[in-house]
């Protein structure tokens, strides 16, 4: 019968059943909890993770092949090392060149390829409910391979990063899946393309967890792992298994080096947020620029060219100048060189909008910046026993610590890229430090700020929802107050009218031995063309949203919000029937309002 009906007997319908809804949404009893969906996401990014290894082999092939065409004017695939050319003055020439193929790629391809690639991805899962474009698949390290193997001062990891994501992302839309888990396989296909790269698996999931999934539970954890553990497997078959920047093995550091860690830490970290504003500043420049964005890679690579025809090191990846500078193998002179030549030749190329990543530039400024950080504690204050080595290692990881704020991924990639476990408790120490000044000093990071700009609010701290952990008895009101399916309109009236104030918005129905069968609200009863004689329980005509006592607050959200509406009959857990009281959206707002003012009085 039509709800709407104005027939005498109209039935009052309690609450759509929306189950084939919440069976699509995949909506469990526990919001973190591991069940047979997080086994089918687990496998599919174990796929996801598989195929980002090839991806992240094509691209390091690209990128070699392209560095050899342009530097050296022959076909290798190997990566190559632009500064090692006999070009001359022409060398500038050759990252212009580069610089325009990228600006009309971005233009007449996908604007989505400038940029490092991290905060696009951000913006995607926040805003458009993670889905990147196809064209990003191929356009991102194409577009990357390009403006890196023509002498851009950028890592590969970032666009490899961008493009396993986009491979993730592709995953999710062409099957079935909801945009959370949607989600979980574009920071998979992100966290295996930086495996790819630099097999450091563990770095690679806590990066997904501290600058993509803004969250923390095993339902996207898992799936993460999983496609790291698929990526960092193949990768040894394909590429080998040994430390990506390879140093002599480090002693343990005494504890008055350690005590410098800390000062060094917050020194790189001061220059962490000054090189995050530089770059915006930088950014800000271009944008005022009286020239369309399209030209805006090839000014910026005109100074590319001229700092890498007077430092050539600064031209291409670089990885080997990290290596060099862990490994002791450079003077103060030539640290301070090549990290302020790199610095000015990275900031600028990135503000134009070309496309790059971040975290290989970073550690080349910070391993240069630590270096020589530790060569003047060596010489000031040898008694500390800090190695210059060592405080290399340190700023290279707290540099990345302080402009990202990505505190755990810096620590841990550290490790798994060198292979110094004596390291551990030093990095920790030193990239705490840079994290603390960075908050101090920084709102947004490098790698939050451009999509702060445009309104997207990042989250910043992870928690457990306090609302799954907060039980439905401790917050509902526990009476066994219910209007019986027997009584007729015209008594539910005349009580309410003897109620005056006291009464409640809506009441559960119960049959005669308590059970709840229906929800009636003083809205229904306003309805036209009730019949005043009509028993209630002919007015209900499916089968009421109830919540037992024992459940989650979490949980009568979701059954709220599933069925649209407002209160939910408190039934006993035992038989699932029992009316033992109420639960209303005034319910739940008053345990958030008792968290909030909790927290307030901490001062949090």
């Excluded at 233009?107 to 990003?136: C, D, F, K, T, W």
Aim: proline share 6%.
């Amino acid at each position: 019968m039509n709800p709407s009906s104005n027939s005498p007997h109209s039935p009052v319908p309690v609450s759509p059943s929306l189950e084939p809804l919440a069976r699509t949404a995949h909506i469990g009893n526990d919001p973190g909890g591991v069940g047979t969906r997080t086994l089918y996401m687990l496998l599919l990014a174990g796929l996801v993770g598989v195929a980002a290894v090839p991806v992240a082999k094509v691209l390091l092939l690209l990128i070699g092949l392209i560095t050899h065409l342009s530097f050296q004017g022959r076909w290798d695939w190997t990566m190559g090392v632009p500064g090692h050319n006999h070009l001359g003055a022409w060398v500038i020439a050759v990252p212009v060149l580069g610089s325009v193929i990228v600006g009309i790629m971005a233009r007449y391809g996908s604007p989505a390829i400038r940029g490092h690639g991290i905060p696009e991805a951000m913006e995607q899962i926040l805003l458009n409910r993670s889905r990147i474009s196809a064209r990003v698949l191929w356009l991102k390290p194409l577009s990357a391979a390009i403006s890196i193997g023509t002498g851009g001062p950028f890592g590969a990891e970032g666009p490899i990063i961008a493009t396993g994501g986009a491979l993730g992302s592709l995953f999710g839309q062409w099957l079935h899946i909801t945009p959370d888990e949607r989600k979980t396989l574009l920071a998979a296909g992100a966290a295996a393309g930086m495996t790819a790269v630099f097999g450091t698996p563990v770095a690679a999931v806590l990066l997904a967890v501290e600058l993509l999934l803004f969250e923390f539970r095993p339902a996207s954890l898992l799936p993460v792992i999983g496609a790291c553990a698929a990526a960092a497997a193949l990768r040894v078959v394909l590429l080998g298994n040994h430390p990506f920047f390879a140093m002599p093995a480090l002693a343990w550091p005494q504890p008055g080096a350690l005590l410098a860690t800390v000062l060094l830490g917050a020194l790189v970290g001061l220059v962490a947020v000054g090189v995050t504003r530089a770059l915006y500043a930088i950014e800000d420049a271009f944008e005022h620029l009286p020239v369309h964005w399209m030209w805006w890679p090839a000014l910026g690579a005109v100074a590319v060219g001229l700092i890498g025809w007077w430092q050539p090191r600064t031209l291409g990846v670089g990885y080997d100048n990290i290596t060099a500078a862990l490994g002791g193998s450079l003077g103060v002179g030539a640290l301070l060189m090549l990290g302020a030549a790199k610095l000015v030749s990275w900031a600028i190329a990135l503000g134009s909008g070309t496309s790059g990543g971040t975290l290989a530039p970073l550690m080349t400024v910070g391993a240069c910046l630590g270096a020589v950080l530790g060569y003047g504690v060596a010489a000031a204050f040898p008694g500390l026993g800090l190695d210059p080595r060592m405080a290399a290692l340190i700023g290279m990881a707290a540099m990345f610590a302080g402009a990202s704020r990505a505190l755990f991924t810096s620590v841990v990639f550290a490790l798994e890229a060198t292979w110094q476990t004596s390291g551990l408790l030093a990095l920790m120490i030193g990239c705490a430090s840079a994290y603390m000044v960075s908050g101090l000093l920084m709102r947004e990071t490098i790698m939050t700020e451009k999509i702060a700009r445009r309104g997207v609010r990042v989250p910043s701290a992870y928690q457990a929802d306090p609302f799954a952990q907060a039980r439905v008895a401790d917050h509902a009101s526990m009476q066994a107050l219910g209007l019986r399916a027997s009584q007729t309109v015209e008594q539910l009236r005349a009580w309410l009218q003897q109620q005056g104030s006291a009464a409640h918005q809506g009441y559960a129905l119960v049959d005669e031995a308590g059970r709840v069968v229906g929800v009636f609200t003083r809205r229904d009863l306003a309805r036209q063309g009730l019949d005043a004689q009509a028993p209630l329980a002919s007015l209900t005509t499916r089968e009421p949203v109830v919540v037992r006592a024992e459940q989650s607050l979490h949980e009568a959200l979701n059954l709220m919000t599933l069925h649209g509406v407002g209160r939910l009959p408190v039934v006993d857990d035992a038989d699932g029937v029992t009316l033992r009281g109420m639960l209303t959206r005034s319910d739940v707002l008053g345990a958030w309002r008792q968290r909030a003012l909790h927290a307030t009085r901490l001062g949090h």
